[in-house]
């Protein structure tokens, strides 16, 4: 069964929480730029949308690159490298567009918020930590 951890950004705030079972099931075969309801994150009432993530060895994933392989390409700026100089080129490796179960962490934006913030529902749905018995 697949487990994701996803990254919400909402302004210049970021919160993360982890989607498995059937809501992850829910996200494999979606694709970066696409629009997803936010139930299956656990925020109801708010719209996501997909804006990148990376697989389980580190590699991100890229607009461009359609499907679910690992490529390697020339680039020569963007997500995955940022060049020393200008105009330098390299070929690294990149994921494709497309959730897998390969893919580790989701990068997900809030498009329409709603009625609770985002806090509040995270910490709803976090479960409680258990303290640990002192010692004496």
Do not use: W
Not at 51 to 68: L, V
Request: aromatic share 6%; proline share 4%; charged share 25%.
């Amino acid at each position: 069964m697949p487990e994701f951890k996803v990254v919400l950004s909402e302004g210049s705030k970021s919160y993360q929480t982890s989607v498995s079972g059937a809501h992850a099931n829910a996200l494999v075969g979606k694709k970066i730029g696409d629009a997803v309801d936010g139930i299956f994150v656990g925020l109801p009432g708010y719209m996501l949308k997909i804006t990148g993530g990376s697989d389980k060895d580190g590699f991100c994933m890229r607009e461009e690159i359609a499907g679910i392989a690992r490529k390697f390409i020339l680039m020569s700026k963007g997500t995955g490298y940022n060049p020393e100089h200008e105009g330098v080129r390299k070929k690294r490796h990149a994921r494709g567009n497309t959730i897998t179960l390969g893919i580790i962490q989701i990068n997900m934006k809030v498009t329409k918020a709603g009625a609770k913030p985002i806090a509040e529902l995270i910490a709803a749905s976090a479960p409680a930590e258990k303290a640990a018995p002192a010692k004496k």
